[in-house]
């Protein structure tokens, strides 16, 4: 349970790291929070040659809330998302995902850039930013790019990084409707969830369901987001009927793993127990139920 | 540009208020340094993959893994360890609470109790048993079944805030 040896580099600016990242290749991994990539060199899952330590660009460590947009630097770390008042008054969700993520100690190194540079596909961050459209933004040898988080995630623990290349933020489109929860199951608090759900939504002067959004997460190999129920719930009353009816198509829309572990049949139901908990709790929470 | 660090590494670091000058390399967990190289063994080291807590310590005042983190990564930053809570005849107040409650048995796990909840109860002056339980989800104790441990931090947060005696 002891790391590979490794050359310890720590850049005091972005410039320096993207060119200590470009310098050593596929040889070199970026060491944001450590809290994934910390055991997965103790277990010497990963054996990188070289380790550049991102901890001294506090300018990443940001939030900035625009009218259209909440600004998240890539280095800033679970706590502070969970805690920031600014968080609270535009992106509720995003504030109580992150909220939920590993546990109290884990949260005040973690950092979003991590979370989505790690792709986890049960992982909060990236459930949330896939769910809401958040973008993120890459800098790298030839400066800097955007690249929505559905493209950026590809697989379990592959996403569209190349040589040389850091996440510097994520930006998440505002507005999002009033109305919104994260539900996750897992077997212990702290741990990974089989499913989660995040969800967002308003309601018009009849209170119907307008701007849904509904993603999943631990249901494939990436997150998802689910279009066609979000189509299948607009402009409907989020009643009973409704709630349950969304709650079904959703567990029939996925086609989650099958494993000795967890029958793909437990996480469909799941799926759809965690959508009914989550539109009940965005309902009851701003009824203050 | 910073030179590459080439190992072993003659480190400065900074725990407990106290200047350390070590010769590590680079690969070496805060935990082990903190335990051969400094001395200090109050910061246990359980399952070495940040799941069991018990080498939680503070890095510039919040709490986190030794175990996920390496001892270079600390030069210029602030280590608090278990050794600066309290004293054998001056408890903290958390730690007289633990004792009273039976909040330990073994004690393997409780310096990581210990630096998280002196950590937290600062930023959270009155918590519900339910914030305690959250939050000590992330430190496995196999003996007391944690009952006695959020009894205990309820306890300490009412004698911090000048509720109890």
């Known amino acids: 349970m002891k790391p590979a040896p490794f050359t310890y580099h720590r850049p005091a600016s972005l410039a320096e790291a993207l060119t200590l990242l470009l310098r050593h290749g596929p040889a070199a991994k970026p060491l944001a929070g450590g809290q994934s990539l910390g055991p997965m060199l103790n277990m010497r899952l990963a054996r990188p040659a070289h380790l550049v330590d991102l901890n001294d660009l506090i300018e990443l460590d940001s ?158 190999t990436v997150p998802l987001r689910l279009p066609e129920i979000e189509a299948r719930g607009q402009g409907r009353l989020a009643d009973e009927n409704t709630i349950r009816d969304l709650a079904i198509a959703t567990a029939t829309a996925i086609a989650p793993e099958d494993s000795e572990q967890v029958p793909a049949v437990y996480r469909r139901e799941l799926a759809e127990t965690l959508v009914v908990r989550a539109f009940k709790a965005a309902v009851n929470r701003e009824e203050g139920a | 540009m910073s030179a590459p660090t080439q190992d072993p590494l003659t480190l400065s670091l900074s725990v407990n208020g106290e200047t350390h000058e070590v010769r590590v390399p680079a690969r070496k967990l805060l935990s082990d340094v903190l335990r051969d190289d400094i001395g200090l063994t109050g910061t246990h080291v359980g399952c070495e993959h940040g799941v069991c807590g018990a080498c939680t310590i503070l890095i510039d005042g919040r709490p986190a893994r030794a175990c996920l983190t390496f001892a270079v990564q600390m030069e210029g930053h602030e280590v608090t360890t278990i050794e600066a809570v309290g004293r054998p005849d001056t408890l903290s107040a958390l730690q007289q609470a633990l004792h009273e409650e039976h909040g330990l048995q073994c004690g393997f796990c409780t310096p990581g109790i210990v630096v998280t909840f002196e950590h937290y109860l600062r930023e959270n002056t009155n918590p519900t048993a339910e914030d305690v339980r959250d939050v000590l989800s992330g430190n496995l104790c196999r003996c007391t079944g944690y009952q006695n441990i959020v009894v205990a931090v309820l306890k300490a947060a009412a004698r911090m805030r000048g509720e109890l005696a």
Do not use: C
């Open chain 1, 63 to 220: 939030l900035r809330v625009t009218e259209d947009t909440l600004e998240v630097g890539a280095l800033t770390r679970h706590h502070r998302l969970a805690n920031a008042p600014e968080v609270q008054r535009s992106l509720p969700l995003l504030g109580a995902a992150a909220a939920s993520i590993g546990h109290y100690t884990i949260r005040q190194r973690g950092t979003i850039g991590g979370s989505l540079a790690h792709a986890d596909p049960a992982a909060q961050l990236p459930l949330i930013a896939v769910t809401l459209g958040a973008t993120l933004v890459i800098s790298g040898p030839d400066g800097s790019r955007e690249i929505a988080a559905a493209d950026f995630l590809q697989s379990i623990m592959t996403v569209d990084l190349r040589d040389g290349e850091l996440i510097t933020a994520v930006r998440f489109p505002l507005p999002v409707g009033d109305l919104w929860a994260y539900e996750a199951f897992s077997r212990r608090h702290g741990d990974f969830a089989l499913v989660s759900v995040a969800l967002s939504f308003s309601r018009d002067a009849e209170g119907k369901i307008v701007a849904l959004r509904l993603g999943l997460g631990g249901v494939d």
